[in-house]
């Protein structure tokens, strides 16, 4: 940790002006789906990525997300350095990871998975074994997070950071996972519906692993696919029959946990 003043911050009335005050901000994230605004930010000689909330939604989405931190930590997900509060709401400091996201939807503009040269074009384009190793990080981390009695909500590629130089695989913006199972108060979880298990569109449904290994099968067939349209398989025939069991409409025909899952899919692997 580094003695920069905001790591001894507990309560600040304003973070952009106070980010500008003692370090500089070189990256400004404010047009995000979420309302919450996020600093790429400079300070003690390191690099931070500072999201701040000021809305309701977006202060409970953080309270969770410090929660989460609290309760799993793995080399695959970025950490949490540290977190103080604001006039308007709450701001979480993460370190600063190198690398994109595959997917990077903003309130202006959704799309562009297609795109050549986007970030999930090229990470199409990877030799297998560096897919495999990315996978094997996504599916390691949901180990810890089943292990923390957490269950994924609102996983997708715009969590998935990725370093095409040092090909790693960092997950942030787990700001959604909570303990589990629950029943959904609501009528639809957020999330990507790409990603989605129909359980999280209906109201009173059960929450549980099962909705997480839903998921996970999802972004296996998502990311080792070589189009977007999921036609264009680049693994084996045992490695879609797992992700078929895993993406199964009914909860009970999944399997039951993620480690189940990840079994399987070093066995077909
Ligand atoms: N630790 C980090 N280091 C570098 N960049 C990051 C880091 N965490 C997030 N980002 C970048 O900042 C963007 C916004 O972060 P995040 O997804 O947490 O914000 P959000 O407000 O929840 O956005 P959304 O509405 O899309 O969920 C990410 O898409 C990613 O590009
Ligand atoms: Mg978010």
Redo the contacts with the bound molecule.
Sequence with gaps: MTAHPIFSAIHVAALEPYLARTGTIFHT?GD???G?I?Y?FTAGGRRW?V?GASTPDGVSSLRRAISVHKAVAHSAI?PLSHSFSTDEGLALV????AG??LY??TRSRHGGRTTPGSPMTKFRQLPLPQVHAALDSLLSAHLAVEQAGLVAVDLYD??M?YDFENHRMML??L?EYRPGPFTLETGRLPGSSRYMAPEESVRGSVIDIRTTVFTLGRALHLLLDAGDEEKQWRGTSGQLGVIKKATAAAPECRFHSVHSLVDAWHAAT
Excluded: A, R, T
Excluded at 94 to 97: E, L, Q, S, T
């Design positions: 994230f995000q789906d979420s919450c996020s790429g990525f999201k970025v993460y370190p600063w990871m994109v996201v990077h939807p715009g969590c950071l942030c913006d700001d």
